[in-house]
């Protein structure tokens, strides 16, 4: 069972929700100190106060990780924590999905381009400076399954968590000789607000394909989310870690 040393901040995007929410959780149950971060920020601020309630330490900050100036925020999150040891980004979203690619409105692949994508990379940047000065960091990207695959439907989503496959191979090695790692998380159907939210169809297309034929637990995302960001997880850079009930072949 991983635990962290103390301290170790561990800052989670997309906290208000699903798999942030739930990692977050866990990882304040381990001895982290975790800073929730979303758009939503009163969303935020609830998982921090529920977090804090149930015995972790934990604060909530607003976050859009599209804005290119984000300075602010971070800037209070490490007046907060001293050191931020850990990122883990879970803002995703879907846009809209049952589409063929003749019908894919280019505006909304465009903000899916832009939360999926360009977002990984700004967060990065803004926490990538700190770590170096600490020479440590851990960094963990929330890719999908539909990055390896390609959904049909999903056009917006399967290229942009492609995209964040691409992105974690290169940015791993940029930084793979300092105490910094950087990698990505490919789960297939975890059920969340964010899958809730899908047209049923859609839903069991994704389903049918879990050799396990089951969907994944937020706990399990959690776990894996909680070793890969800890100091256990020394030797990996640059890759995505599998978490799709064998349905991932590489
Ligand atoms: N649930 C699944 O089956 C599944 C499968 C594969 C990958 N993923 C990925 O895991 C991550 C988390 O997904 P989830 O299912 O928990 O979704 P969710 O919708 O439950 O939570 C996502 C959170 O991200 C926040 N967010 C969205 N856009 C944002 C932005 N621009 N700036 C800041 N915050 C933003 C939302 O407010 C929300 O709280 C996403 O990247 C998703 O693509 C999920």
Not at 40 to 45: P, V
Not at 47 to 55: D, F, K, P, Q, V
Request: aromatic letters at 6%.
């Amino acid at each position: 069972m991983t635990s962290f040393p103390t301290p170790y901040t561990i800052a989670i995007i997309g906290a208000a929700s699903g798999i942030g929410r739930a990692a977050a959780s866990l990882m304040a149950g381990r001895g982290a100190a975790v800073i929730c971060l979303d758009r939503d920020g009163e969303g935020a601020r609830r998982a921090a106060n529920e977090i804090a309630a149930a015995g972790g330490k934990a604060a909530g900050y607003a976050l859009e990780i599209t804005d290119r100036s984000q300075k602010a925020v971070w800037d209070a999150v490490l007046r907060e924590s001293g050191q931020l040891h850990a990122l883990v980004n879970c803002a995703g979203v879907t846009g809209k999905t049952n589409l063929k690619v003749h019908e894919v409105d280019p505006d909304d692949f465009d903000l899916v381009y832009r939360i999926n994508m360009l977002g990984p990379l700004l967060v990065s940047q803004a926490v990538l400076p700190h770590m170096m000065e600490k020479n440590y960091g851990r960094i963990l990207h929330l890719a999908s399954i539909a990055g390896k695959d390609g959904n049909a439907g999903m056009t917006a989503y399967s290229a942009t968590k492609a995209g964040v496959i691409g992105l974690v191979k290169s940015m791993g090695k940029d930084y793979a000789e300092t105490g910094i790692t950087i990698n990505a998380l490919a789960p297939a159907v975890i059920r969340t607000p964010m899958v809730a939210a899908l047209p049923e169809a859609q839903v069991a297309y994704m389903t049918d394909k879990i050799p396990m034929k089951r969907c994944g637990e937020l706990e399990e995302a959690a776990e894996m989310i909680a070793w890969i960001v800890s100091p256990a997880c020394s030797f990996t850079t640059g890759f995505t870690f599998d978490l799709s009930g064998g349905r991932a072949v590489y």
